[in-house]
């Protein structure tokens, strides 16, 4: 076969030019499978990573076990969480969150936060306390400024993002006892900062209002109300940065 090195295209000729200039396409507008910067799947036969990870259990301690996860381990709480009883699981390190300052003149472009999770007794949940998504510091939780991810509102789950107070709030409907998958997208698209709100790999809610640009930690917050009974579960979480935008 024969390839034409001036990199004009002949049906007849260029077989292998054709399969090249395919490749060299999907690699650029697909940019590759993207390098992971944060993977945790509690693999760990030693348990969890606190250089990764701080976990607050004033009396329900989670531990690595099977979960409901289909293919990984869940991080689980080991018993059923006390009434009133915060529970939490955040990151050590922060990530780059600055959807308005994003562009041509800045490396990052792009953050991506996914992770599995299921949890009993929604109805039991504190709507004011639980969050899952990226927080300023460490201790903050649904009631903090400056916040991204997904909260409750009357039991009903809700993509969030918060600015000084002020927010922009967008109910899904989910049965969060099931295994769901969350992802969340931080990005600048033509230059407007945006955060795309995935569940179960489906387009739930696209904000552009109320983007805190901070560096944030990847926060799990638990807390109980009513009779408590809540069991928390969180699967594979994995968090990176793109370059790039990737579609």
């Given at each position: 076969?024969y390839?034409?090195n001036?990199h004009?295209?002949?049906?007849t000729?260029d077989?292998l030019?054709a399969i090249s200039n395919?490749i060299?396409?999907?690699?650029?507008?697909?940019?590759g499978?993207?390098?992971?910067?944060l993977w945790e799947?509690w693999?760990d036969e030693l348990?969890?990573?606190?250089?990764?990870?701080?976990?607050?259990h004033?009396?329900?301690?989670?531990t690595?076990?099977?979960g409901?996860?289909v293919?990984?381990?869940?991080?689980v709480?080991?018993?059923p969480?006390?009434?009133n009883?915060?529970?939490?699981l955040?990151?050590?390190?922060r990530?780059?969150i600055a959807?308005?300052?994003?562009?041509?003149?800045?490396?990052?472009r792009?953050t991506?936060?996914?992770?599995?999770?299921?949890?009993t007794?929604?109805?039991?949940?504190?709507?004011?306390v639980c969050?899952w998504?990226?927080?300023?510091?460490?201790?903050n939780n649904?009631?903090s400024n400056n916040i991204?991810?997904?909260?409750?509102?009357?039991d009903v789950?809700?993509?969030?993002?918060?600015l000084?107070?002020?927010e922009?709030?967008?109910p899904?409907v989910?049965?969060?006892?099931?295994y769901n998958?969350f992802?969340?997208?931080?990005?600048?698209?033509?230059?407007?900062g945006?955060v795309?709100f995935?569940?179960?790999?489906v387009?739930?809610a696209?904000?552009?209002?109320?983007?805190?640009d901070?560096?944030?930690?990847?926060n799990f917050q638990?807390d109980?109300?009513g009779t408590?009974g809540a069991?928390?579960?969180?699967g594979?979480?994995?968090?990176?940065?793109?370059?790039a935008?990737?579609?």
């Amino acid at each position: 076969m024969y390839q034409d090195n001036t990199h004009t295209f002949s049906r007849t000729t260029d077989s292998l030019e054709a399969i090249s200039n395919a490749i060299w396409w999907l690699i650029v507008t697909g940019g590759g499978r993207p390098k992971i910067d944060l993977w945790e799947s509690w693999q760990d036969e030693l348990g969890i990573d606190f250089t990764l990870w701080s976990l607050t259990h004033p009396a329900t301690a989670w531990t690595r076990g099977a979960g409901a996860g289909v293919a990984a381990p869940f991080l689980v709480a080991t018993a059923p969480l006390l009434l009133n009883e915060v529970s939490q699981l955040v990151g050590n390190q922060r990530w780059q969150i600055a959807p308005d300052t994003w562009g041509t003149n800045t490396i990052v472009r792009q953050t991506i936060l996914e992770f599995e999770l299921t949890t009993t007794l929604v109805a039991n949940l504190d709507n004011g306390v639980c969050f899952w998504g990226f927080t300023p510091a460490q201790a903050n939780n649904r009631a903090s400024n400056n916040i991204i991810g997904f909260g409750l509102d009357t039991d009903v789950l809700q993509a969030v993002t918060d600015l000084a107070a002020a927010e922009t709030e967008t109910p899904i409907v989910a049965d969060l006892a099931t295994y769901n998958k969350f992802r969340i997208e931080i990005l600048a698209v033509a230059g407007v900062g945006t955060v795309l709100f995935y569940l179960n790999e489906v387009l739930v809610a696209t904000h552009i209002t109320n983007l805190p640009d901070l560096p944030m930690y990847p926060n799990f917050q638990f807390d109980t109300e009513g009779t408590g009974g809540a069991v928390p579960q969180i699967g594979v979480v994995r968090i990176w940065h793109h370059d790039a935008i990737i579609p």
